[in-house]
């Protein structure tokens, strides 16, 4: 087996999923971000979950937003439900696992806050349910998906946002889903703060 010609191939797959992802994704990057501004300015915060790689990507995500590494600026509310062992193995222990962030929504989501839920096939019973609970607690949600969005995507609103990866490969997804958060922090970046100098 050639193993550098494996490897470009990965580099190529990635490659390729990222620009065709650039042409539809853009519009639903830039919805996403004036609703996350428009909750910030308003002094709410973004909670984010996922499930795996998708949970790493939320706490990727809230450090970028509590501590940019690009420019310096204040501190932005944005929290990973994905971090708090103790919190999420008493959910699972106690209740099930498919409560641990629909718990965490309805006790720390605010009407006007946003939930970001990331998940590559759309069907995980623990993002589906922390929808619901942030429906129900007025909250908008922002939805990184992919394939075909799975069950999650029937649960989205007019006040929601899907932005959904045209791949099927979880790693392609999750590399997509990845940008998308660089992304999403610039555009809130810009918007709040103004062009860097």
């Not at 639903?28 to 973004?46: P, R, T, W, Y």
């Not at 939320?58 to 690009?70: D, R, T």
């Not at 990866?165 to 999403?184: D, G, K, N, Q, Y």
Request: aromatic share 4%; proline share 3%; charged share 20%.
């Amino acid at each position: 087996m050639d193993f550098q010609n494996r490897i470009l191939d990965q580099f190529n797959a990635s490659i390729d999923t990222k620009t065709y992802a650039s042409e539809v994704l853009p519009t639903f990057i830039e919805i996403a971000s004036h609703m996350m501004v428009q909750c910030l300015i308003n002094d709410g915060k973004v909670l984010a979950c996922g499930n795996g790689g998708s949970a790493a990507l939320c706490q990727l995500f809230a450090a970028s937003m509590i501590n940019s590494e690009e420019r310096e600026r204040p501190g932005l509310p944005g929290l990973a439900l994905t971090t708090d062992n103790p919190v999420m193995s008493s959910i699972a222990n106690s209740a099930s696992y498919s409560d641990i962030f629909s718990r965490q929504v309805r006790a720390l989501g605010q009407p006007g806050d946003i939930l970001m839920v990331l998940s590559t096939t759309g069907n995980s019973a623990n993002v589906i349910q922390a929808i619901q609970a942030a429906h129900d607690r007025e909250m908008s949600v922002v939805a990184l998906s992919g394939r075909d969005g799975g069950d999650m995507s029937s649960l989205l609103g007019q006040e929601d946002c899907e932005i959904r990866v045209p791949a099927t490969s979880s790693a392609r997804i999750h590399e997509t889903h990845l940008l998308v958060i660089h992304s999403l922090v610039d555009l809130i970046d810009q918007q709040l703060f103004g062009l860097e100098e």
